[in-house]
């Protein structure tokens, strides 16, 4: 079982539609929890992180965050074409170590 | 205030040399992290550093290895480079090293073993 596990798609989603990306993950020790967005050839930029069971909102953006299921899903609300990248869920495990660990990101499309 | 900032962009060598990759982490930040991104793949954790100290380690050969230097920068060497080892290297930096922070990429290098 890998310890992050992403849908690698495609995902492809109309323009102004509700784009949604889950994630889960293995180890219940986990208590840091991160999006990152990457466009083909770039680095990955941070979406959101959370830390805490339930909703957190950042405009379009939405993550929630579910220990008990060990899951982590990001959704994008009125979805723009600058959206489409690949998504990158993370995952920080122990106290005093920076250690990420990713799953192998989705491929998000919107479709003007 | 300028981000994590990484040399060179790219790289091109051949099998059996060795490379030398630098990092700059944003101003403030203590703490730098390696990473190898493989085409298709999300980044693989190789070094945490704080505070000069080596903080964690990733299930990399003992052909890589890095350093943090007084001023927080940080170089990753990879030495007798294998055709596997073409990837982009990516350098993160954060505030500190503990629960809650939060890492920022810089814009990666890009190693071409040939």
């Known amino acids: 079982q890998k310890e992050v596990e992403q849908n690698s798609g495609p995902l492809s989603v109309p323009e102004g539609a509700i784009a949604s990306l889950n994630c889960t993950y293995s180890?219940?020790?986990?208590?840091?929890f991160f999006w990152y967005r990457q466009y083909s050839g770039k680095s990955p930029e941070l979406i959101m992180s959370i830390y805490s069971n339930g909703d957190k909102e950042d405009g379009r953006f939405t993550a929630q965050l579910n220990k008990a299921s060990q899951y982590v899903s990001l959704l994008i609300r009125d979805s723009q074409p600058s959206d489409s990248a690949t998504y990158l869920c993370?995952?920080?495990?122990?106290?005093?170590?920076?250690?990420?660990?990713f799953g192998t990101g989705t491929r998000l499309t919107i479709i003007p | 205030d300028a981000g994590v900032t990484q040399s060179p962009t790219h790289l091109i060598k051949t099998r059996g040399q060795q490379v030398t990759l630098r990092c700059s982490p944003i101003?403030?930040?203590?703490?730098v992290s390696w990473y190898q991104q493989v085409l298709g793949q999300g980044p693989q954790f190789i070094f945490q550093?704080?505070?000069?100290?080596?903080?964690g380690r990733g299930n990399f050969p003992d052909r890589f290895s890095a350093r943090q230097f007084p001023n927080y920068s940080s170089e990753l060497n990879v030495n007798a480079l294998l055709l596997g080892d073409s990837a982009l290297y990516l350098c993160?930096?954060?505030?500190?090293?503990?629960?809650?922070?939060?890492?920022?990429f810089g814009p990666g290098t890009r190693l071409t073993v040939l």
């Open positions: 101003s403030g930040h203590k703490s």
């Open positions: 993370a995952v920080k495990s122990n106290f005093g170590n920076e250690k990420l660990t």
């Open positions: 550093y704080y505070e000069k100290e080596e903080r």
């Open positions: 993160a930096s954060s505030r500190t090293s503990g629960e809650g922070d939060t890492q920022y």
């Open positions: 180890d219940r020790g986990s208590q840091s």
